[in-house]
């Protein structure tokens, strides 16, 4: 099986907190669909299974979520994971650094937009290519020569990570076997 190197994780807290409802639904349609308790009405059953079935696919969606990375490595690429199926695969000769920047949280019902950190994915202008993809914009935004990603839906950012990421990619750009000067 496939298995990326992860690089900057999804927000597992508020997928977790988002997958409490969907869970709680899927609960309360096995409990009434005769499994969890003895359930004589036949309807109610009838019911409990349609709601149980129902809250499987959210819950699916977001235990899939839950498990994909926003940024992960594989064969020479950066792989991004901003939009639903397969992750963008950018060539790492593309990308320059990892940058600490901030924008809005693009939370639903909220007037007035909280801030939050991103990451910024600093990319080569003359990847003229690589300038602009589709991706779900609550998740971060792809234009220029920079990706960012809304640190809403990453793992907690700081400077710290960020270092992290920049030492991470010049260490998979050095030729296999280089030595460092000391």
């Known amino acids: 099986m496939f298995m990326p190197e992860v690089w900057l994780k999804s927000n597992r807290r508020a997928l977790a907190f988002g997958m409490a409802v969907p869970l709680a639904l899927l609960l309360v349609g096995l409990a009434l669909s005769g499994l969890i308790l003895p359930v004589e009405a036949t309807w109610l059953r009838a019911a409990g299974w349609c709601l149980a079935i129902a809250a ?3 819950l699916g969606l977001l235990l899939r979520e839950l498990l994909r990375p926003r940024l992960a490595y594989a064969d020479g690429r950066l792989l991004v994971y901003l939009r ?3 992750p963008y695969r950018v060539p790492l ?4 650094c990892f940058l600490l920047g901030q924008g809005p949280t693009m939370l639903p019902g909220r007037e007035r937009q909280a801030e939050t ?8 202008e003359r990847a003229e290519e690589w300038s602009f993809r589709e991706i779900k914009p609550v998740l971060g935004n792809w234009c220029g020569s920079y990706i960012t990603l809304r640190g809403t839906w990453c793992e907690p950012l700081d400077v710290a990570t960020v270092h992290r990421l920049n030492a991470r990619l ?8 280089a030595q460092v000067a000391t």
């Open 56 to 58: 499987l696919l959210p």
């Open 84 to 86: 639903p199926g397969a």
């Open 93 to 96: 000769e593309v990308v320059e």
């Open 117 to 124: 950190a991103n990451v910024i994915v600093r990319l080569a």
């Open 170 to 177: 010049d260490a998979v750009r050095k030729p296999r076997g």
